[in-house]
């Protein structure tokens, strides 16, 4: 059920930021006659792409928290919340950036997420499972690599790249809507069913595809974060984490769908699937970090 609303209320204030928005801009209809006003259409394609990405962007911390019920940590009550604090304000000050909040999540699997609209606004979290077989040095690599992400700035760079992708889904579709509306239905007087029908199968089709785009830098993102790791926690310290997460791969991912990019690890994927991961395979990482060392 949280999970739901969250993506409604996400919805609702797309709809109202973009509509506010395309009002204050004086943006005519795209829909005009039987054609369309493609100026018109990319702004308004703009707008509501951009607006999703970026609301997403702004309350990914207030979802993160709430989605996987992520404790923060503000007055440590153990030497483990101690020792999470003082590592995690020592490598954010390796790396330049404000401390962000740290806080643990229940869940099982060894995971972690770092998510915030800047570098020094950011939340770090790991879960109850990470904490319990992790080592201290493989704990404070998994917690380098976040970092790595926040001081990257890789929650705004992903979000723009999805901001755009999605302009762009929404705008072809259209263009192709309105094609096969004229072109196989014939309809010359605005537009009918066809479009509407056309459209909706068009986003759906190009937002598969744009999804390979996206992921595509998301995994690339993984190779700079984990060089962060190294060069704020060792290489050795990152290369050890990352070979304990390959023999936990019997254990289900518990991070919901939204935050798997924002996680160390996803899990296996392989074939076509590859394509659609968020994250390169483990052998990679760790074959790509000793090349480097």
Same mark, same amino acid.
């Given at each position: 059920?949280?999970?739901?609303?969250?993506?409604?209320?996400?919805?609702?204030?797309?709809?109202?930021?973009?509509?506010?928005? /395309?009002?204050?801009?004086?943006?005519?209809?795209?829909?005009?006659?039987?054609?369309?006003?493609?100026?018109?259409?990319?702004?308004?394609?703009?707008?509501?792409?951009?607006?999703?990405?970026?609301?997403?962007?702004?309350?990914?911390?207030?979802?993160?928290?709430?989605?996987?019920?992520?404790?923060?940590?503000?007055?440590?009550?153990?030497?483990?919340?101690?020792?999470?604090?003082?590592?995690?304000?020592?490598?954010?000050?390796?790396?330049? !950036?404000?401390?962000?909040?740290?806080?643990?999540?229940?869940?099982?699997?060894?995971?972690?997420?770092?998510?915030?609209?800047?570098?020094?606004?950011? /939340?770090?979290?790991?879960?109850?499972?990470?904490?319990?077989?992790?080592?201290?040095?493989?704990?404070?690599?998994?917690?380098?690599?976040?970092?790595?992400?926040?001081?990257?700035?890789?929650?705004?760079?992903?979000?723009?790249?999805?901001?755009?992708?999605?302009?762009?889904?929404?705008?072809?579709?259209? !263009? !192709?809507?309105?094609?096969?509306?004229?072109?196989?239905?014939?309809?010359?007087?605005?537009?009918?069913?066809?479009?509407?029908?056309?459209?909706?199968?068009?986003?759906?089709?190009?937002?598969? /595809?744009?999804?390979?785009?996206?992921?595509?830098?998301?995994?690339?993102?993984?190779?700079?974060?984990?060089?962060?790791?190294?060069? /704020?926690?060792?290489?050795?310290?990152?290369?050890?984490?990352?070979?304990?997460?390959?023999?936990?791969?019997?254990?289900?991912?518990?991070?919901?769908?939204?935050?798997?990019?924002?996680?160390?690890?996803?899990?296996?994927?392989?074939?076509?699937?590859?394509?659609?991961?968020?994250?390169?395979?483990?052998?990679?990482?760790?074959?790509?970090?000793?090349?480097?060392?």
């Amino acid at each position: 059920m949280l999970r739901i609303f969250l993506f409604m209320a996400t919805n609702i204030a797309v709809i109202i930021v973009a509509s506010v928005t /395309l009002r204050l801009l004086g943006v005519e209809p795209y829909l005009q006659g039987s054609g369309l006003n493609l100026t018109s259409l990319l702004i308004f394609c703009a707008v509501f792409g951009m607006s999703g990405a970026m609301i997403s962007l702004f309350l990914s911390k207030w979802m993160a928290k709430r989605a996987t019920r992520t404790q923060i940590i503000e007055k440590p009550n153990n030497a483990a919340e101690h020792w999470l604090l003082d590592t995690v304000r020592e490598l954010s000050n390796e790396a330049g !950036i404000k401390m962000p909040e740290v806080g643990v999540f229940p869940a099982q699997q060894s995971n972690a997420f770092a998510t915030g609209w800047n570098k020094n606004d950011a /939340l770090v979290a790991v879960s109850a499972g990470l904490l319990n077989r992790f080592s201290r040095d493989e704990i404070r690599a998994v917690l380098a690599h976040e970092i790595g992400h926040v001081a990257n700035g890789d929650m705004v760079t992903l979000a723009l790249i999805q901001g755009v992708i999605n302009t762009f889904v929404m705008f072809f579709a259209r !263009i !192709i809507g309105n094609f096969v509306d004229k072109a196989v239905f014939k309809n010359e007087n605005g537009h009918g069913i066809g479009f509407f029908i056309t459209t909706i199968f068009a986003e759906i089709v190009l937002g598969i /595809l744009a999804q390979i785009i996206v992921m595509w830098f998301s995994r690339k993102r993984e190779f700079r974060a984990d060089a962060m790791g190294a060069k /704020l926690a060792g290489t050795g310290a990152m290369i050890a984490a990352l070979e304990k997460l390959k023999l936990e791969t019997e254990v289900p991912n518990q991070m919901p769908d939204t935050l798997t990019a924002l996680g160390i690890t996803e899990g296996m994927k392989g074939g076509l699937k590859a394509l659609f991961s968020s994250h390169p395979p483990l052998d990679q990482r760790i074959a790509t970090l000793r090349q480097a060392a």
